[in-house]
């Protein structure tokens, strides 16, 4: 299994991006979400799906939004109003069905300037 993130790239605050993850190698996926790492902190969770219900960061502010593509085995986030705290790389999460072991994408650097 091999996540391919992409769609990362500078932007000016307020602006948007769409990041896209792709899953190769297996035909059904179980995305699991979006998380980023800023420089010199932890990384956290942005977006994720659990339990059948959708659960978004604080700091998101109803500016991002998640969705998925069953048909084409990819993970999306769409984001509004970028700021520059945003500015960080973006990871997505997947699991096999059933299993626990989490896969990760390679990440996609976002660069939000002020």
């Known amino acids: 299994v091999q996540l391919q993130a992409s769609g990362g790239g500078l932007v000016q605050a307020g602006g948007f991006l769409r990041l896209s993850c792709a899953a190769f190698g297996i035909s059904s996926i179980n995305f699991k979400g979006w998380y980023r790492q800023a420089p010199g902190k932890e990384r956290e969770m942005v977006a994720e799906?659990?339990?059948?219900?959708?659960i978004y960061a604080d700091f998101v502010k109803g500016r991002f939004t998640i969705s998925r593509d069953n048909a084409k085995n990819t993970l999306y986030l769409h984001m509004n109003s970028l700021e520059p705290e945003d500015t960080a790389v973006y990871y997505c999460?997947?699991?096999?069905?059933?299993?626990?072991?989490?896969?990760w994408g390679q990440g996609t650097k976002v660069t939000v300037s002020s």
């Open positions: 799906f659990t339990s059948g219900s959708t």
């Open positions: 999460k997947a699991t096999r069905w059933g299993r626990f072991y989490e896969h």
